[in-house]
Each structure stands twice: as structure tokens, then as C-alpha cells.
């Protein structure tokens, strides 16, 4: 990688970025026989700094849906994780050492000493990553995305030293709605400032199930069908292997659950399921086949999962149902498979919390009144000091829930 990036990463995490930006402000900025682009200064779950370059406006919108805070139209955790898994860009990070390639390791010590830096702590290694959709993030080989990170670390720093503090524009996270955007171009040695018009989201366009094996499909609807099932597509965080030297890309799965067996069914994970929809269709009906039982109703509470089944379910004889909430498909295999009772949420770390309160957060007021001893634990941890010691977007569902549960009396 060009010693020169690493350079200026050193010199933007010097200049204070992440003391001057909130992590809702973007801008956008023109890049040279390039499209425009979108700058987020931010930091990670784990409170690492991060400056995020979006390409093109496509993305630019699901990033907004992603920070979207919104009650009645913010996504969910899984949802989110489709929605963070579709980015393009490029990403620095600000962490530690262990998480670089040995080799990237290498040069950014290499260039640190050269600069008279010391490197030590749990942000201080500068971690560079191409943003591809379906992947954890890639290496930064090309030499035109070294460039836009380049290009886009200036321009932050510019906006906050020389910049108008007029300029920075404070987007909220519940906009949805049109705005103009403030847009920079570099151009003879100085930034040139206008703002360009944002579209206000519209509904978001999931892809649609498209079935080709029509032998499977055929099978499955000679089926005697019994019983409710419950279904969502997630997007896995662990990566796999594609056996053709790509070790990060995240799968898709339909989560699939048993009403009458009480139990999950397992379903194989499909990569790249926005093209493959019919990958994700074949693992269903080989699933359904195998289990030897097949549903006279499957219950849905996403538009992702709605979409993905409703032409399959129609042509099998199934029933499809939409509904506002789930409960079952909100639990986390790990917790469903074993009792935590007695543990304390605390015990399980952020991530479980996390989706704890994101099932709290998303449930009707009558259902929000079975999760008592939930609520009991969500105010103890809330008085207790372990609160303070969580990322700052945890603090922040915490706070929002509370306030919920105070209006209702809970």
C-alpha cells in the first residue's frame, strides 16, 4: 500500500476529526473523472475511530436506512446486518494491531517510525478496507480507492479546520426525508463548496424469489401440508470460504422454525442471495424434503422475507403471512438452544444485549408486557456501572427503551 495513505492517516487521527464530527454528518465530495462520493467521519460498536467513504448514492441510502433511529420505519439487527453487508466504499479504522495482516502490520510500523510516531494502545494501528457488497471488507489493492481515501481524509480535515462551521451539515439519524447535502470539489488548490440534492427514501426494493428447480417445487407441493412455520432471511456474520481465495464472504440463511416440533429446521446458507435467490429457494425445498414435513402456513415479519417466499409460496400452495412481530425469530440460537435464566444479560456481552434490545424495541405494547423479566434486568443494568463501559449506540437503544417503558408504566 502507498506509504503516503498511512501518512495521512497518522496525520488525520493527529488533527482531532472524530472531536469535531457526530457520526449522523456526511458530506459528499466530487472525486476527479469520478462519481461523487459520501464522507463519514464515525466510530465502531467498540468506540475505534472510522472514517467510511460510500460510493455513489444507492449507497448512500443504505446508509441512511442503517442509521435510521426512527421508531415506526428503523431497521432492525438483522435487517441491518443486510444492509451494512451491501455496502461499497472504502473504510479506515483505528485499531489494534492483532487485527491487521502481518504484513499491513509491518508497514504501518514501518511508516509510523519513519513519521516519529509511537504506536501503541487499543487505536492505533490505521486499518484500510475495501467496503464490497456481500463481504467483510477486502484488502485495499487498487490504486484508485487509495486515492478516494486520500482525497476524502483531506477533505475532512479541511471541513473541520478551515471549513465553515456553517457548512457541516447535521443530519439526524431519523432523516428520511430530501435534503440538501453540502458537496466539496477540489480544484487549483482549494476546495470549492456547494451542496447537492438528496431524494427523500422511498420504500426499499428487496429482490424477489425466483425459482428454477421446478422438479423440487413440484415435489413439495404433492406435499400433505401441517402446521405453522416461522421464517426470516439473516445475513450471518461469520464468513466462509468459496474455495477460490475469497475467505470473507458473508452468507445469507432462512432461519426457519417449527411451530408443532417446537424446534428449528436447519436450512443450508447461501453467499451472494440478492443474485441467487433461487440458491436460497433449492436450500429451502431440500430442507422442507429432507425434514419430511411441510407447512400449511409460513409466518413472516420483514418485507426481505416476504418478498423472497411470495411467489414461491403461492406456486407450492403454502400460505405466506406478514406480521408486525415474531417473537421466536428474534431469539438467538445460542440463547434458544440453552437457558440463560439466572445468568444476567450482562453475562452473554454486547452483542446479546444488543439484540435484546432490539426485540424490545420492536415489540407492541401488549407483548412488551410478557418480557418482565427482561424489562427487570434491562433497569438493573441501567442503575448499575456496567452501563457506562457499553458503546455509545448501545447506550442509546438503552435510553430510548427506558423512556419507552417509562410512557407506558412498565
Known amino acids: 500500500m502507498n506509504p503516503e495513505l498511512y501518512k495521512k492517516a497518522y496525520e488525520a487521527k493527529k488533527s482531532g476529526l472524530w472531536d469535531v464530527f457526530m457520526e449522523e454528518q456526511v458530506f459528499a465530495l466530487k472525486v476527479p473523472d469520478a462519481d461523487t462520493v459520501f464522507v463519514q467521519v464515525t466510530r465502531s460498536g467498540t468506540d475505534e475511530k472510522m472514517l467510511a467513504v460510500y460510493y455513489g448514492e444507492q449507497v448512500l441510502d443504505l446508509v441512511r436506512r442503517f442509521y435510521d433511529m426512527e421508531s415506526e420505519s ?37 511508516v509510523a517510525r519513519e513519521c516519529g510516531i509511537r504506536l501503541g494502545g487499543s487505536g492505533a494501528y490505521p486499518l484500510f478496507r475495501r467496503l464490497c457488497c456481500g463481504h467483510s471488507g477486502e484488502e485495499l489493492s487498487l490504486e484508485e480507492d487509495e486515492k ?25 439519524s431519523l432523516t428520511n426525508s430530501a435534503y440538501d447535502m453540502p458537496l466539496l470539489e477540489y480544484n487549483k488548490g482549494k476546495y470549492k463548496r456547494s451542496r447537492i440534492h438528496i431524494e427523500a427514501l422511498g420504500e426499499m426494493k428487496y429482490p424477489a424469489g ?33 474455495g477460490l481465495g475469497r475467505e470473507n464472504v458473508l452468507p445469507s440463511k432462512l432461519k426457519t422454525y417449527d411451530y408443532g416440533k417446537d424446534r428449528y429446521v436447519d436450512v443450508a446458507s447461501v453467499v451472494f442471495y440478492e443474485e441467487h435467490t433461487d440458491a436460497v429457494l433449492d436450500a429451502f425445498m431440500e430442507a422442507i424434503t429432507e425434514y419430511g414435513r411441510c407447512p400449511v402456513r409460513i409466518n413472516v415479519m420483514d418485507m426481505r422475507t416476504f418478498v423472497l417466499l411470495k411467489r414461491w409460496c403461492k406456486n407450492c400452495g403454502i400460505s405466506l403471512r406478514l406480521h408486525e412481530y415474531i417473537p421466536i425469530l428474534d431469539v438467538p440460537d445460542s440463547i434458544y438452544m440453552g437457558d440463560p435464566e439466572g445468568e444476567g444479560m450482562t453475562e452473554f456481552g454486547p452483542e446479546y444485549f444488543d439484540v435484546v434490545l432490539e426485540c424490545l424495541l420492536s415489540a407492541p405494547e401488549e407483548q412488551l408486557k410478557s418480557f418482565a423479566y427482561e424489562l427487570k434486568e434491562i433497569r438493573a443494568v441501567k442503575d448499575s456501572g456496567v452501563f457506562e463501559l457499553f458503546p455509545p449506540s448501545l447506550r442509546k437503544k438503552m435510553e430510548k427503551l427506558i423512556k419507552k417503558l417509562d410512557k407506558l408504566g412498565l
Open 74 to 110: 428503523m431497521a432492525d439487527a438483522d435487517e441491518a446486518n443486510h444492509l451494512e453487508a451491501s455496502f461499497e466504499g472504502v473504510e479506515l479504522t483505528f485499531t489494534l494491531k492483532d487485527r491487521l495482516p502481518k504484513r499491513e502490520a509491518k508497514e504501518a510500523s514501518g
Open 148 to 172: 478516494i481515501m486520500q482525497l476524502a481524509i483531506d477533505a475532512a480535515m479541511w471541513l473541520a479546520k478551515d471549513g465553515s462551521a456553517k457548512f457541516r451539515l447535521f443530519i439526524p
Open 210 to 242: 425466483s425459482n428454477c428447480n421446478e422438479i423440487l417445487q413440484k415435489k413439495i407441493k404433492k406435499m400433505p401440508k401441517k402446521g405453522e412455520w416461522a421464517c426470516r432471511l439473516v445475513r450471518l456474520r461469520n464468513t466462509v470460504n468459496l
